[in-house]
């Protein structure tokens, strides 16, 4: 058996709620288990600032992660992004996220666009060592994820859009000096939806949006040979979006997203009499395929509706934009106590040229144990429209 000298950093990557709820009642803490966590790990620093959301904000290189259908409405004909975010760095120094991504409009009738994105989730480097022999050995276990979408406006109010995502995720070791682990690999899809109208409220014209997107909708991840399968985190997230100018060049919106994992949650023993039922109802879940997990997910939690309730998050954030040049966000995620109780707010400011835009976000965990505070991030995007002003057509 190999034993971790630096095992915090997979628990802390792939198990980061829990590490939230050191003051919450073990019999009521019942988060939703998943494989592959970082895929619900928010990339950007503008979404990040305004308390992880953007179903319903404007569009831009990152919607791929949000709201895919968001582009088919974006104002320019390309952007690509770079993102880093330093994840737990209260606890380790080696463990990031970056995220590429990027979308292109395609078409005469200014309708369609096609996009892309990289995500990589580096859990560091971890120490391992034989039981019971002398040395050691180094592995970087890691997770990625790319993905291709498409949207295209339906009417002039409203867009949809689809995405098809491989992920990978290679954990490190196995049980055994001589057996290595395979990476577990699977296969999921996307699809969202926009609506976004223009309003006379007074003499000012505002714009209200809304939107939707499903997420994750795919294949079990299957760890260790297929001998431990994990749901993928499938999530539905809804929000909507309210700007109105405050005076000219200057602009205000306000957002709100909430989002439910589309996962069933694990049978816990402590829930049950019985324990012979509840080997049967574990096996049963274990062995739940993917899709039946999304629907038996509205109805499956032991306390009935109020504990289905309180699997819902929820986001509220604000943007200021001064000529769509500077930019200063806020924002707050709440997530109640019992199913993994990360509660924080973001903050961040962006500021924008003809050709690029750089963003920041700084998050202020609520919970004092949190390991997730003095969380940064940062986005660099750049404009394909300011670039072709500069190098010509």
Request: proline share 5%.
């Amino acid at each position: 058996m190999y034993k971790h000298i630096k095992p915090i950093l997979i628990c802390a990557s792939l198990l980061y709620p829990a590490l939230t709820a050191t003051a919450q009642s073990k019999e009521d803490f019942n988060p939703i288990t998943t494989g592959v966590t970082s895929l619900g790990i928010a990339p950007d620093a503008r979404g990040a600032s305004m308390g992880d959301l953007g179903a319903a904000t404007d569009p831009d290189a990152n919607s791929q992660f949000w709201n895919p259908s968001k582009y088919a409405f974006a104002y320019s004909q390309g952007g690509v992004s770079l993102s880093y975010t330093p994840w737990l760095r209260k606890l380790v120094n080696d463990i990031f996220l970056a995220n590429l991504s990027g979308y292109m409009k395609i078409g005469s009738d200014d309708n369609q666009a096609v996009s892309a994105s990289l995500r990589y989730f580096s859990l560091g480097e971890v120490v391992t060592s034989p039981a019971g022999q002398t040395g050691s050995q180094t592995i970087n276990p890691y997770e990625m994820a790319f993905d291709l979408g498409y949207s295209r406006k339906l009417s002039e109010k409203f867009s949809m859009g689809i995405v098809f995502r491989y992920i990978y995720s290679d954990l490190g070791f196995g049980g055994s000096e001589t057996e290595q682990s395979t990476g577990a690999s699977a296969f999921s899809a996307d699809i969202s939806g926009y609506y976004t109208t223009y309003p006379i409220i007074g003499r000012n014209e505002c714009q209200w949006s809304w939107g939707w997107d499903i997420s994750n909708i795919g294949t079990k991840v299957n760890y260790n040979h297929g001998a431990d399968p994990a749901f993928l985190p499938t999530n539905l997230r809804l929000g909507t979006s309210f700007t109105f100018p405050l005076a000219d060049y200057h602009n205000l919106s306000l957002n709100l997203d909430m989002n439910k994992l589309l996962v069933p949650a694990m049978p816990r023993l402590s829930d049950y009499e019985d324990e012979a039922q509840w080997a049967v109802d574990y096996s049963d879940w274990q062995n739940m395929s993917s899709i039946t997990g999304i629907f038996k997910s509205f109805s499956d939690a032991p306390g009935g509706f109020k504990e289905e309730l309180r699997e819902i998050s929820w986001s509220l954030g604000a943007e200021y934009n001064y000529n769509q040049q500077f930019f200063l966000r806020g924002g707050y995620f709440y997530q109640h106590p019992s199913k993994g109780n990360l509660q924080y707010f973001g903050i961040g400011a962006g500021f924008a040229l003809n050709v690029l835009r750089l963003d920041a976000s700084y998050m202020l965990a609520t919970a004092q144990t949190s390991p997730l505070d003095q969380t940064l991030r940062f986005t660099l995007t750049f404009d394909m429209d300011g670039l072709k002003e500069i190098f010509g057509r």
